[in-house]
């Protein structure tokens, strides 16, 4: 199933295996749109459990250009051992970048002692390789990257900034078992604002699990706000919200 709501395109499936495939079909389009356009891309991806149908999808197509792209992602948290496997880094390191031959990878330190310093070096890679591709998803409280809604600017004048993380999004952790406990959650993160990630030329959201019903619901149906910061996808051109069963299983439709 598949319709419009604003300029968001939402597209629904029976599985989560079909959403995985299904974006990374329109990922490996989108790709070669840019690619045929330019030397080189660059894409910023997230890193959780919702991603792994369409990471592990992605990582199957023999027909993309690795050495063509610059990969980024678009969140971490401050202060956790670098070799923690709750590291993004780490798990996009597993699930993607440690698999293909980028042309760069470039990730945000976890164990940076100033963050303030650690967003102003990773605003200025991005400054230097303007984002094409963002793959994403969405929170549970409706945050996309760290944007929580007590945070989300959508007129942020920065382009990467340190955040606090509010109780929703840290117990996100938790149930999607990252973590055994909210008290090992960290309180702070880094994260890629707004803005940023908004400003690709394709946005490609996935967003499946009985977890995040209420979310999408609130994304597709709900005001545009940043008491659910998601929604400003409505408003972006190129915009692609993937579901399963599950996750859409709140819309009205």
């Known amino acids: 199933m598949t319709f419009k709501k604003d300029k968001l395109d939402i597209k629904i499936y029976d599985t989560r295996e079909q959403m995985g495939i299904a974006a990374a079909e329109d990922v490996a389009a989108g790709i070669k749109a840019c690619l045929a356009q330019k030397d080189e891309i660059n894409?910023?991806?997230?890193?959780?459990?919702?991603?792994n149908d369409m990471l592990a999808a992605l990582?199957?197509?023999?027909?993309?250009?690795?050495?063509?792209?610059?990969?980024?992602?678009m969140d971490e948290y401050i202060g956790l051992d670098p070799n923690a496997p709750q590291c993004f880094s780490n798990f996009l390191k597993e699930h993607i970048f440690d698999l293909k031959p980028f042309k760069s990878v470039n990730l945000i330190d976890a164990s940076a002692i100033d963050?303030?310093?650690?967003?102003?070096?990773?605003?200025?890679?991005?400054?230097?390789?303007?984002?094409?591709?963002?793959?994403?998803?969405i929170g549970e409280n409706g945050h996309i990257a760290f944007n929580d809604p007590h945070v989300a600017d959508f007129s942020d004048p920065k382009a990467v900034k340190s955040v606090s993380l509010d109780d929703v999004c840290r117990m996100q952790q938790v149930n999607d078992g990252c973590f055994a406990s909210i008290d090992d959650v960290p309180k702070w993160a880094i994260t890629l604002t707004i803005p940023t990630l908004v400003s690709a030329a394709y946005?490609?959201?996935?967003?499946?699990?009985?977890?995040?019903?209420?979310?999408?619901?609130?994304?597709?149906?709900?005001?545009?706000?940043?008491?659910?910061?998601?929604?400003?996808l409505r408003n972006k051109e190129n915009a692609i919200?993937?579901?399963?069963?599950?996750s859409?299983?709140?819309?009205?439709?």
């Open 203 to 232: 946005n490609y959201c996935v967003v499946p699990a009985p977890t995040k019903a209420n979310a999408v619901k609130n994304t597709v149906e709900g005001p545009i706000s940043e008491q659910c910061p998601a929604t400003i």
């Open 59 to 73: 990582c199957a197509r023999d027909d993309i250009e690795w050495e063509r792209i610059n990969a980024f992602h």
């Open 43 to 51: 894409m910023i991806f997230a890193a959780a459990p919702s991603q």
């Open 241 to 246: 919200l993937y579901c399963d069963a599950d």
């Open 248 to 253: 859409s299983a709140l819309l009205s439709r």
């Open 115 to 137: 963050p303030e310093a650690e967003c102003a070096r990773y605003a200025a890679l991005l400054e230097k390789h303007p984002v094409d591709i963002v793959c994403m998803g």
